[in-house]
């Protein structure tokens, strides 16, 4: 039979005889509703106390926001039977009196404005313990009490956004959409570890618009993160007003699409979310991760703004926010410290006894450390079980770590060596490019013990394709984590040089992550790969000209530019020394294998590591003297070619090679005499700085040496406040500016 699909007629008749031709299954992804189902009630959950915990929740977060008059009321009110669905229900694997326990389940707040939220939920929690009569030091644990509440967004107390060192929060968030990625990259390092450990996230629909999300979607469905269970909070609502205006496809397909399976519960119904979380942590057999899409009311119960784009970051006026109270049952007058103890007379001794239960159920759901490790042995045992933040450089390097002096050979190459070399010495090495690793020299390390996928369930090499933000956020945050043993997981990521820049505020995220938590401070290497001029016949969209200047910006991560290959490995063993994540880059073309020792004048490669060596010394041969400082081989060689004829014109010539302007830094304050010997104050005064990339990089050798001494800025991150505290924080002050002034003409008089 023909058919004319033109005519509407031809059209219908078809759809008649063959409807197949028009749907489309969605592979790999299942499907179930739970939404307004009758469903039998389950062991241990009290619906009615569940709900009264739930108005509790929501009386504390709302203390918090009047206290500050700041913060995020709406999606913090959505989450909280999700929240209390989750950590209660009986599928969480969390001990609130040990959180950062290694065998627990990890939890991404990708929704990190929701701050409120968390902070009532733990205060709800605490206190209910306090009152059962655990004993625990709330300092030491890091948990927020109901007072604390009262000093929300301000720097001595809880931080306006979402931070990792809290219990019930994993990652640093902050940015839409990081989040996610985030406990991707932690969900990778556990199942790949052979654990069976969970990776439970709260998002928020208006953050899915983000493309990182989208990045984060196909690779989790690719490699198979069965591990990783998302809670949607499907309300409707961005900043701006409703995601319809920019979501246009159904809503679903963003996820069924990408294989992952979906469950739809009422966001408000605990029972509905304890079934759909029990039901997400069992699996669904087919290998994929789940989201749980939460149908909620942006800002329940905040009056007017419930239900609308308003109640986002706009906490009621205190005449509101006391309404608001009394329509959920609590008779507050605006004293924040006061309404609390008035919201705490709800919590009664048979509540607080039940919530104390319910997490005493998810404490006794986690593995113990001894039968995690029997698992990991189980499934990579045959693997070096080592901490990579322990393996330090041997006496003598292997063959394969030496390159041959006078050779020619890419610093990219020395970096494939090294990684191989490490893939080969511990179990918690992770490396991956951004569809790049047989250009930027990764594959043979990867090739070890092969790609993640859902064959190859425990391999260490992670396709990310050209998708670098979620490439760097989930490489920063799986290091940011520590495996049972105290394994600290380490990651190598790597693109061009130049794209680094599209990497650049995951990177910082993490750095954050690093300074707030330091225990749990990551090491990772960002490889920066082609870079400088030399990727020429690419054009100006790939050349690494400016991007090291970004970093070295960064608090906690340094930048390392090594000149030969040697200097290469010789940097990396240095940087797993100091545990300090480094940005690393390496060129494209074959360069020499400088020739050192002897009569060279050129010191070993080990040199490096100071941040910058003397490569020629004056000749000492009655000319002027010039001190050039440079960074980079390639316009090293070019400056050496130059040599003879600067010194045919009546020059004597330095060379200062500069391959970490930080670390010089840092040996100025250790070691001045050596730093001095190095590059004097005679050698600033008469310097010439060449270097393939924005000037600013190699401005420690041009300013006068006390140019810090002189100068006021920001160096490194603070915490949350009022203008005045922040000030304070940063010595911004008008007093800490007039100090400084006085002080400079006091010292240069």
Known sequence: MTYNILSEEGLNKLKQDQPERFKQQAVGGKYLKLQDLDLENLDGIDIEKMNEAARIMRGLMFCALESVHSGHPGGSSGKTEMFLAKVLGGAMAFDALNPKNTGRDRVVWSAGHCSPGLYGGLALMYESLKRSGKEFDAEKLRAVMPQDLT???????????????????????GPSGHGMPSAGGMAIAHKSSGLDTKVWVFMGDAESEEGMTYEARNVLNTVGADNMIVTLDYNHFGIDGDIDEVVITPYINHWLGMGWNVIEVDGHNVLELTYAYRKAKQGMGNGSPTVVIAHSIKGKHYGANENSAASHGAPAKTEDYIEIMKEIGFEVTGDVSADIEKVLESLTPELATYISERLEVAKNNIKSEEENLELMKSKIGDRPLTNPMTITRPDELPDELKFEQGSKLATRKATQAFFEWLMKQTAFFWAGTGDLSKSILTQKAEDIYGDINRKNPYGRGIRFGIAEQNMAMMSTALTMDRLPGGFAPVSVFSSYAVFTSMMSNCVRLSLIGNHLYPEMKGFFIM???????????????????YWMSMFNAYPGIKVYKPMDANETIE???????????IALSVARPDTVVFERGGDTGVPEAKEAVSGAYIFRNFKENGGKKKTLVISGVQVLLNTIETI?????????????????????????????????????????????????GWKGFLYPFMLPSDHEERSLSIDNYLKSGSVDEVYELAKLTSEDIKGKILSTMSSRA
């Open 151 to 173: 000093k929300f967004r301000k720097h001595d107390g809880p931080q306006g956004h979402i931070e990792n060192y809290y219990p019930l929060s994993d990652v640093a968030t």
């Open 527 to 545: 490889l920066a790969a082609h870079d400088g001029p030399e990727t020429g016949e690419d054009g100006p969209t790939h050349q690494g000209l």
């Open 571 to 581: 940097m990396l063993f240095h940087a797993f020394k100091k545990g300090e994540p």
């Open 644 to 692: 003879p004829e600067l010194e045919a014109q009546g020059l004597d010539i330095k060379i200062v090679a500069v391959t970490s302007p930080e670390l010089f830094e840092e040996l100025r304050e250790t070691n001045p005499e050596k730093a001095n010997a190095i590059f004097s104050e005679e050698d600033r005064g008469r310097s010439v700085c060449i270097h393939a």
